[in-house]
């Protein structure tokens, strides 16, 4: 297990996959939808018009960005953790419905009962948005089992942590995973805190590609700020799975700039650890230099592209903000299914 | 938007202190810039700018405390904009228009819970009418459930069974005997001992379409697995607003064996009966096994499916009918009566069974109710039957406080309280962990002469 990590590390540090010009534009325009729909979604927050737990992706969206682009949309699944926004965003579901779901108005996605944590739609194979701390990678793995039982080639991706990767309940998966074969891949995406807790202080081994080390499950770890390096491993372990090889793990090695949730200060790290990302890191920046000094884009083409991007958003939060609540009558649906 | 507000910065937060600007006046300003830092009860936090321009005034002198969330502290114009866009108020800061119009109305839209609407009322439905003359078959309760088992896996490719020791040792309890061999291992499938791991991964194969059959070897072990049941299974419909579905069994023996101890010997029914979201099934005939536990698999809502490894080698009676179903959420009356109502389920019916037989041999003459489902309640029948008798006495293995009885006892006394002629009582499992001892095991489960003694309580007679 040692040499194949030692051969992925060196691959995801040269012969860095190229993208051509369409595929940055789609990178670009997916994070920076995502980096301005949280960037609002924390400011909605502040005006009292979002309640509870709020947990932004922004710094992360290189890597579900790519992770979508190598998929197949509509046919493989995914599932993740309670940092759910920018998943929902890039597998096409609506921004207004993500956004009235976080203000709980009755068009929000689960018709405002679910919550920032608790969105889903059967027509995108998203499975949440889930609140417990590693219960996602077990419940991907059975849509995984559905999908090889079915035979419908699809495969699952199953979202989680640095910190969900110390539960029990990932290395029952990861055995049922590999006894079984089944499609499967887990994206630990490891921001390097589990709420304020650094990876030093949680973990034994800190090299999480390698936690499938003991049931043979292949792993890389790969630059999660480089939306490139993600789109390309994410390819070959979906490839992996969908032909039958079983499970395969990808170690996003990424960044939240903000807090845990809103109310975290962030004080267990150095404001220049944060800024050495924002600044040189970024995985938004990156793709725009790129389209910039590749002479795809001008200034002013991109400004366009964030001017549409903040009319959706701007949309989006003045839908979340005029959509009523839910009927009262509401409390009492959706608990069970009359036969 | 050019007003930068005090914003809420934890679910609690009312107002805060401004304790530092990061900007001046004529800075140049983009999404994600430091503005300031506010002290909130909690901690320090930074507030960091959305939109993009120039900072052309400060509203709240830095060092400023009680500033009420949603409060205007700056002023930026986007590029074009002209201040005139924009009213400044230096002095008293006044809620300004646009943005605080939201909050009003966020404000305004929260605490609109008014009155709670009615629960909407459960109508369960009656055991359907079987043909004149219909054969019964003797079988065990082992038996049933196979069959009932074995007939919905022919019935629907979706069905599939996972657990441990289901499929090559034939079922711990060889419940799913016979099985492999008719369905083959992609549909019945061993599992490593991994209880958690399995019934989130069964949840989650739910989530995509199918409909697992999961065996706990028993529902002690399922502790390590409650919080995919509750918190994926039976939540999942509601949170999704009704768009996920997890139609699945959990089935598994609950409750004490036979000096196997504390830690193999325990009644999860109240447990799981409190959880909105569950059905909870726990048969004590082998009619009611086979026809309850086929209508829990057609279910689409995730069923705990109870059952009792004393029993499951107690023969009854199945009707040979080609589909034979039960109704989820109806009370089955095994003996009518007048003087006193007993209630129980599972293997309660058994020493209320043998209780009813010496009462009624004594002249009481007693109605006996086997719940059969815990949830949905069937308390129309139990409510009926104490309107008819004014007495009431339950029977269960489960500990006594929070239990079926207390439930049942509570909402005989909410819808009965003027009919009632005695104190409910209830028979229970002692408040104690199962000790192994064989006379102190006996002595902490519930016995046929402490139903017998409550009915002489309830109905005075000594």
Same mark, same amino acid.
């Given at each position: ?23 940055d ?5 997916? !994070?920076? &939808? ?9 400011q909605?927050?502040?005006? +009292? $018009?979002? @309640? #509870? ?5 922004i ?23 309670y940092r759910?926004?920018?998943h929902?965003?890039? !597998?096409? &579901?609506?921004p207004?419905?993500?956004m ?7 068009? +929000? $996605?689960? @018709? #405002? ?5 608790h ?12 609140g ?19 035979g ?15 539960? +029990? ?8 995973a ?17 709420m ?37 491993a ?11 090889k ?7 090695l ?10 975290d ?16 890191r970024d ?6 230099a ?24 701007t ?25 | 938007?050019?007003q ?22 004529g ?10 830092e ?14 993009e ?5 400060l ?58 609407p ?20 003797e ?18 490719k979706?069905?599939?069974?996972m ?15 016979n ?12 599992t ?9 991964l069964?949840v ?37 607003g ?17 000096r ?8 999860y ?28 698999i057609r ?40 003087d ?18 010496k ?6 003459d ?18 009926e039957?104490v309107?008819?008798?004014?007495r ?17 006892s ?5 819808q ?10 209830r ?9 192994y ?26």
């Amino acid at each position: 297990m040692a040499r194949k990590a030692v051969a992925t590390k060196a691959k995801t540090q040269s012969n860095v996959p190229q993208f051509t010009a369409e595929q940055d534009l789609e990178a670009y325009r997916e !994070m920076l &939808l995502i980096r301005r729909f949280e960037e609002k979604a924390g400011q909605m927050y502040g005006m +009292g $018009l979002i @309640g #509870g737990f709020c947990h932004l992706y922004i710094g992360q969206e290189a890597v579900v960005t790519g992770i979508t682009m190598a998929s197949e949309k509509g046919k493989d699944a995914q599932i993740t953790g309670y940092r759910d926004h920018g998943h929902m965003l890039v !597998m096409g &579901l609506d921004p207004k419905g993500v956004m009235a779901e976080l203000t709980g108005r009755q068009g +929000g $996605l689960s @018709g #405002g009962k679910g919550g920032s944590m608790h969105m889903f739609s059967n027509e995108h194979k998203f499975y949440g948005g889930n609140g417990i701390v590693g219960a996602q990678v077990s419940l991907g793995a059975g849509l995984a089992f559905a999908a090889k039982y079915k035979g419908d080639g699809s495969v699952s991706i199953a979202y989680f942590g640095d910190g969900a990767a110390n539960q +029990g309940q990932v290395y029952e998966t990861f055995n049922m995973a590999k006894l079984w074969k089944l499609p499967v891949v887990f994206i630990i995406e490891n921001n390097k805190y589990a709420m304020g807790t650094s990876i030093e202080r949680a973990a034994a081994t800190t090299d999480f590609s390698m936690r499938g080390a003991s049931f043979d499950i292949p792993g890389e770890q790969v630059d999660g700020m480089d939306v490139r390096m993600v789109y390309d491993a994410a390819r070959r372990a979906i490839e992996h799975a969908r032909s039958g090889k079983g499970p395969f793990i990808l170690e996003m090695l990424t960044y939240r700039y903000r807090g845990h949730s809103m109310s975290d200060p962030a004080k267990y790290r150095s404001k220049d650890e944060v800024t050495k990302y924002r600044q040189e890191r970024d995985a938004i920046e990156q793709v725009k230099a790129r389209l910039i000094e590749g002479g795809f884009q001008t200034e002013e083409d991109l400004k366009k592209i964030e001017n549409d991007i903040r009319a959706i958003v701007t949309e989006a939060a003045d839908f979340a903000t005029n959509d009523p609540e839910p009927d009262a009558s509401e409390l009492w649906t959706d608990i069970t299914i009359s036969a | 938007m050019p007003q930068i507000l005090m914003p809420a910065l934890s679910p609690t937060m009312e107002e805060g202190k401004l304790s530092k600007w990061l900007v001046k006046v004529g800075d140049s300003v983009k999404s994600g810039d430091v503005l300031a830092e506010i002290e909130t009860d909690k901690a320090t936090m930074e507030v960091e700018s959305v939109d993009e321009g120039v900072v052309k005034e400060l509203l709240v002198e830095e060092g400023t405390e009680g500033v009420k969330v949603n409060t205007p502290i700056a002023l930026v114009l986007a590029e074009g904009e002209t201040a005139a866009a924009a009213p400044a108020a230096k002095t008293a800061p006044e809620p300004a228009e646009a943005p605080v119009v939201t909050a009003e109305k966020a404000a305004e839209a929260t605490p609109s819970a008014a009155a709670v609407p009615a629960a909407p009322k459960f109508e369960a439905q009656s055991d359907p009418d079987l043909p004149e003359g219909v054969e019964m078959v003797e079988m065990t309760v082992r038996q049933a459930l196979n069959e009932a088992m074995a007939e919905e896996l022919r019935r629907d490719k979706d069905v599939f069974v996972m657990g441990e020791e289901v499929a090559e040792y034939q079922g711990a309890y060889k419940i799913t005997q016979n099985l492999l061999q008719e369905f083959g291992p992609e549909r019945i499938i061993d599992t490593p001992i991994t209880e958690h791991g399995f019934a989130g991964l069964a949840v989650g194969a739910a989530f995509a379409g199918l409909k697992p059959i999961v065996e706990f070897m028993t529902w002690n072990f399922a502790m390590q697995a409650i919080d995919q049941i509750i918190n994926s299974a039976a939540k999942q419909l509601y949170m999704s607003g009704g768009q996920v579905k997890a139609p699945m069994v959990f089935r598994g023996p609950n409750g004490a064996a036979a000096r196997v101890g504390a830690q193999h010997s325990q009644d999860y029914s109240a447990w799981y009966s409190h959880v909105p979201g569950l059905t909870v099934i726990a048969p004590y005939s082998a009619a009611d096994a086979k026809g309850l536990l086929k209508a829990a698999i057609r279910s689409p809502n995730p069923v705990v499916f109870l059952e009792n490894e004393i029993l499951y080698g107690s023969t009854g009676l199945v009707p040979k009918v080609d589909d034979f179903l039960l109704p989820i959420g109806k009370a089955r009356i095994a003996r009518k009566g007048a003087d006193v109502t007993i209630v129980s389920f599972s293997m309660g019916m058994r020493y209320a069974t043998q209780a009813t037989e010496k009462l009624v041999a004594a002249g009481v003459d007693v109605e006996l109710i086997d719940l059969r489902t815990l949830r949905p309640l069937d308390s129309d029948t139990v409510i009926e039957s104490v309107k008819k008798t004014g007495r009431l006495v339950t029977v269960e293995e489960g500990w006594p406080q929070g239990g079926i009885g207390a439930e049942i006892s509570a909402r005989v006394m909410e819808q009965a309280f003027d009919y009632l002629d005695a104190p409910v009582m209830r028979v229970t499992g002692k408040d104690v962990p199962m000790p192994y001892a064989a006379n102190l095991e006996k002595l902490a489960l519930p016995n046929v002469d402490e139903v017998i003694a409550a009915v002489n309580a309830v109905t005075y007679r000594s």
